[in-house]
């Protein structure tokens, strides 16, 4: 089974106060730290959960700088074979349709059963780039996957649905399936594997090495524009319930039935 | 010289520390509370390959340096170091001991094990009337036929009351001073043997017993390395063990320090963050400056005694600016969450009760500068 699992370096955003940056296109993160997305983390964790049942290999693919090779061999660590980092500033990582298609180009070509993505990115909260990744690699895909089962030439998932559902779904291989967070529990990095993922191989590639041409991928071609972030005014409406505990549990009920909350 | 840490130092240190805040915070406070050891952990540890961190891998460790070694020891003392201690304590003393001063097939038998946490070893020295003066000890051990027979007690030893064995320095002969002293390894279900917690002001989650020795008998081949060579591989186990308690000491004045800025943002009075007050700013300020400089001193330590170097002022030096900034930046944190600080909701409490006994273990800032001044002066002050 040959496996491929998307990952992303995102902010810490619970450690430091949240900041738009001068121009009002980002965020400013010069006080955060830095780490694997948290979805992700079970994805890498439910790939190898996958190899070490079924056999097979694991790799790696991030986009970014250099920064984000700590993360990167932190998920070799784990137990991953090998990584792929794409870094090219010509990408307008906005889009997810077009971030979609540069990891679709370093799919593609290659032999691959299974693509696992985290079900969301916690910086942008898009959770678009697995389910576009499926679509431009002509691929079946099943979205907020919380259990996986391979067997041969398919893969059985039960994918989290509101109000604590699920739906069981059965995929032919290749799919492509983004990850909730729970599915599993991510072991941490052994130390021996630590010292293993210095020695596996972590590839750099850019736009030219993928084949992809600027056009593709760059902001002038993307249908998404980013107009302004801001910071959501901060409004108080606290309304305090006075009474007994029955009484202000009715009232309570009452008001989350009456504002269409239950 | 470069300051910067390599990639899989990085790495090392993000893996400790997210297992410290996964296995180790959401208990932490539990344990102490009912003075629980948590098990578990010291398994966990073994499994990772933290336990037996600087030990070489062909006995089961995992073959880093000190270097990296305190990397890791300093990101989980940041949320509990009586746990750090307790799970991995052992593997720093006894380990250390066991791989300068056994023989191959000791090392073979007991290191293995300890590495992957399903043993674990301590190391009697302390005695009574035997503290700093570890050369004074009274603890004796006689041949008799094929075995030995170890009469005498051990107070304050780490994980002492946990052990699957000990490593016990006897006085084989009180004529020969130090040249009697040796190493013998005492498994703790041997009869004779007794184990009696102490009740510290810190340590909570963790264990440190005094330890009878009547009679116990056991094999000849029990004695480490060779007589007259106790004294000097226990030492080297106790300059590993200063090293991990600087490193340690490091990780509590972070947390000492992180705790303070966080509760210095969010705690208003006077209708504003308290971090805003000049006062609480020096604080703050002062123990982030006086932790920059001090780190850099135990891995500066650190980094000559991986290579091997001559390095006990600078190791004695690391031991007695770590442990007293620890105790400060607790006290200094306490101070500045007020009453909070008193309680057990926030770290400074923990850490305050922990940092006390490192002023102590590992020997006194007194001994320590005698270590300096003799290296110094060469003279020395006890002989």
């Known amino acids: 089974m040959n496996i491929f699992v998307c990952i992303k370096r995102v902010p810490d955003t619970s450690e430091a106060e949240v900041k738009v940056d001068a121009n009002g ?52 660590a784990k137990g991953g074979d090998s990584a792929i980092r794409i870094e090219d500033p010509r990408i307008n990582t906005v889009d997810p349709l077009q971030v ?76 492509v399936l983004t990850i909730q967070t729970g599915i ?79 | 010289m470069d300051f910067t840490l390599s990639e899989e130092q990085k790495m090392l240190q993000e893996s400790a520390r997210e297992f410290a805040l996964k296995e180790m915070l959401p208990t932490i406070r539990e344990y102490e509370e009912e003075r629980r050891v948590n098990h578990a952990l010291t398994k966990k540890l073994g499994e990772l ?15 880093y340096d000190y270097m990296s070694a305190v990397l890791v020891w300093e990101q989980l003392s940041y949320v509990s170091w009586t746990q750090t201690l307790t ?13 300068l001063g056994a023989n191959e097939s000791q090392k073979q038998k007991y290191l293995p094990p300890l590495c992957s946490g399903e043993s674990i070893i301590a190391v009697g020295a302390v005695e009574p009337a035997a503290g700093s003066d ?55 279900d041997t009869p004779g043997f007794s184990s009696h917690p102490i009740s510290m002001v810190g ?11 009547l009679d116990c008998r056991v094999p000849r081949e029990n004695l480490i390395g060779e007589v007259g060579r106790g004294l000097h591989i226990s030492l080297h186990g106790i300059d590993t063990a200063r090293l991990f308690i600087s490193a340690g000491a490091l990780g509590i004045t972070q947390s000492c320090l992180d705790a303070s800025i966080e509760f210095a943002r969010e705690r208003s009075q006077f209708g504003k963050p308290i971090g805003s007050y ?37 190791l004695s030096a690391a031991k007695i600016l770590a442990s007293d900034l620890a105790v400060k930046a607790s006290e200094e944190a306490i101070r500045i969450h007020g009453a909070h600080g008193c309680t057990d909701d926030y770290p400074p409490a923990r850490h305050y009760r922990d940092s006390i006994l490192m002023t102590i273990l590992g020997g006194t800032r007194e001994m320590h500068k005698l270590t300096i001044g003799r290296e110094l002066l060469g003279l020395n002050a006890r002989s």
């Not at chain 2, 799970?87 to 791989?99: D, E, K, Q, R, S």
């Not at chain 2, 609480?280 to 005694?305: H, P, T």
């Open chain 2, 134 to 188: 570890a050369a004074a000890i009274e603890t004796s051990a006689r041949v008799d036929g094929d075995q030995w027979v170890i009469n005498g007690s051990k107070n304050f030893i780490t994980s002492g009351g946990l052990a699957d064995t000990c490593l016990v320095l006897c006085q084989t002969d009180k004529n020969l001073g130090w040249r009697g002293i040796a190493l013998i390894a005492v498994d703790t």
């Open chain 1, 25 to 76: 296109k980002d965020v400013d993160s010069s006080k955060f730290s830095f780490d694997i997305n948290d979805a992700d983390n079970y994805a890498v964790e439910e790939a190898i959960l996958i190899k070490e049942k079924v056999g097979g290999n694991v790799k790696v693919v991030s986009m970014g700088p250099k920064d984000g090779d700590v993360m990167i061999r932190m998920a070799l």
């Open chain 2, 49 to 63: 390959g933290m336990l037996g961190i600087h030990l070489p891998e062909r006995y089961g460790g995992s073959g």
């Open chain 1, 184 to 262: 599993n529990e991510p072991r941490y990095a052994p130390i021996r594997g630590i010292r293993m993922a210095q020695k596996k191989e972590l590839k750099v590639l850019n736009l030219d090495d993928l084949g992809l041409a600027e056009d593709d991928v760059s902001e002038g071609s993307s249908l998404v524009e980013l107009k302004n972030l801001y910071i959501p005014e901060v409004v108080s409406h606290a309304e305090i319930i006075e009474g007994e505990p029955e009484e202000k549990a009715e009232i309570l009920a009452d008001k989350l039935v009456k504002g269409g909350l239950l």
């Open chain 2, 278 to 314: 000049q006062m609480i700013q020096d604080s703050i300020a002062s123990l982030a400056a006086e932790l920059m400089a001090i780190r850099w001193q135990v891995y500066y330590a650190a980094y000559l005694k991986s290579r091997d170097l001559p390095h006990a002022k600078e």
């Open chain 1, 100 to 175: 979609a298609k540069v990891l679709a180009a370093a799919v593609k070509g290659q032999d691959f059963d299974l693509v696992l993505t985290g079900c969301m990115a916690e910086d942008d909260g898009n959770m678009a780039v697995g389910v576009a990744l499926a679509e431009t690699l002509g691929v079946p895909h099943a979205a907020m996957v919380k259990k996986v089962e391979v067997d041969e030439g398919k893969v059985k998932v039960y994918r989290e649905l509101e109000g604590g559902l699920s739906e069981v779904v059965e995929l032919a291989l290749p799919a």
């Open chain 2, 203 to 213: 340590d909570l989650a963790g264990d440190l017993s005094n330890l009878g020795f």
């Open chain 2, 87 to 99: 799970a991995l304590g052992h593997g720093v003393l006894a380990g250390t001991v066991l791989n």
